[in-house]
C-alpha cells in the first residue's frame, strides 16, 4: 500500500487541498454545507456517521 501524501489548508470557509504536486482542488465550507472544486458536488453533514452528496459532474470534463 503505497503512502499518500495530502494537505489541507483552511482559510475561515475557504479550504486549499494540496498534493506533491501543488494545488489539487479548494472549496468552501460554511457550517454544514461544503462544495469542492474538482467534483463540483455540494454535500451537507447530517446527524451521527452520515452526509447527504449531490453527484457533481464525472469524469474529466
Do not use: E
Amino acid at each position: 500500500m503505497p503512502i499518500l501524501f495530502r494537505k489541507a489548508m483552511r482559510f475561515g470557509p475557504l479550504v486549499l487541498n494540496f498534493t506533491p504536486k501543488g494545488l489539487s482542488s479548494w472549496g468552501l465550507k460554511i457550517g454544514k454545507w461544503s462544495w469542492n472544486s474538482k467534483t463540483r458536488a455540494h454535500r451537507y453533514d447530517l446527524p451521527g456517521p452520515f452526509s447527504w452528496r449531490s453527484r457533481g459532474r464525472r469524469g474529466g470534463s
